[in-house]
T-cell receptor, first 115, second 117 residues
Framework: AQSVTQLGSHVSVSEGALVLLRCNYSSSVPPYLFWYVQYPNQGLQLLLK??????LVKGINGFEAEFKKSETSFHLTKPSAHMSDAAEYFC?????????????FGAGTRLAVHP | DGGITQSPKYLFRKEGQNVTLSCEQN?????MYWYRQDPGQGLRLIYYSQIVNDFQKGDIAEGYSVSREKKESFPLTVTSAQKNPTAFYLCASSIDFRGQGPGETQYFGPGTRLLVL
């Protein structure tokens, strides 16, 4: 069965520091992977998605993620954190099951950015 | 602008009361979804609908009901049978489940927070 594990429910970085949010997936078929961001009391916004076209995927707001099949990972990075990056981030894997696209989400990682 | 709207932003439910959460989209998407979000957990699928007049149970459908009478609307009713309804509810849609298969992006509304009085 497909699943997603996000390591670290809370991550704290200084403004200007590297952001690294970890995601590992379990999938029996080539995965389609997503990163979404959620600001407080708002819906989810798509940051980026992997659909096998390229292993390094660039998203919005300076984020990118690298698909590593050997490590079953899809970690999200940003070279320099900004205060506005403080939010909750969700990794998800898409599976086509029972005739529909199902998104399986990780538990989320809350990113705090301090001055 | 195209998008998904959810109303109300906050909703209060009394014991034994049914309440309905609204979800409307003007993206011309075929598929629509309802998720429940609890603190420290990811999103869990309640119901989904691929076309008008058809919907299927997700992973946690007990205590909820839906309808899909129009393509753009997918209301969720939280019934009195749902004993722990306090959560953040998110509606989503995707363009065409039949056309794209896996990897189709789901777009989310702003959410409704349901609280019990």
């Amino acid at each position: 069965a497909q699943s997603v594990t996000q390591l670290g429910s809370h991550v704290s970085v200084s403004e200007g520091a590297l952001v690294l949010l970890r995601c590992n997936y379990s999938s029996s078929v080539p995965p389609y992977l997503f990163w979404y961001v959620q600001y407080p009391n708002q819906g989810l916004q798509l940051l980026l998605k992997y659909t096998s076209a390229a292993t390094l995927v660039k998203g919005i707001n300076g984020f990118e993620a690298e698909f590593k099949k050997s490590e079953t990972s899809f970690h999200l990075t940003k070279p320099s954190a900004h205060m506005s990056d403080a939010a909750e981030y969700f990794c998800a894997v898409s599976v086509f099951s029972g005739g529909y696209n199902k998104l399986i989400f990780g538990a989320g990682t809350r990113l705090a950015v301090h001055p | 602008d195209g998008g998904i709207t959810q109303s109300p932003k906050y909703l209060f439910r009394k014991e034994g009361q049914n309440v309905t959460l609204s979800c409307e989209q003007n993206l011309n998407h075929d598929a629509m979804y309802w998720y429940r979000q609890d603190p420290g957990q990811g999103l869990r699928l309640i119901y989904y609908s691929q076309i008008v007049n058809d919907f299927q149970k997700g992973d946690i459908a007990e205590g909820y009901s839906v309808s899909r009478e129009k393509k753009e609307s997918f209301p969720l009713t939280v019934t009195s049978a749902q004993k722990n309804p306090t959560a953040f509810y998110l509606c989503a849609s995707s363009i065409d489940f039949r056309g794209q298969g896996p990897g189709e992006t789901q777009y989310f509304g702003p959410g409704t927070r349901l609280l019990v009085l």
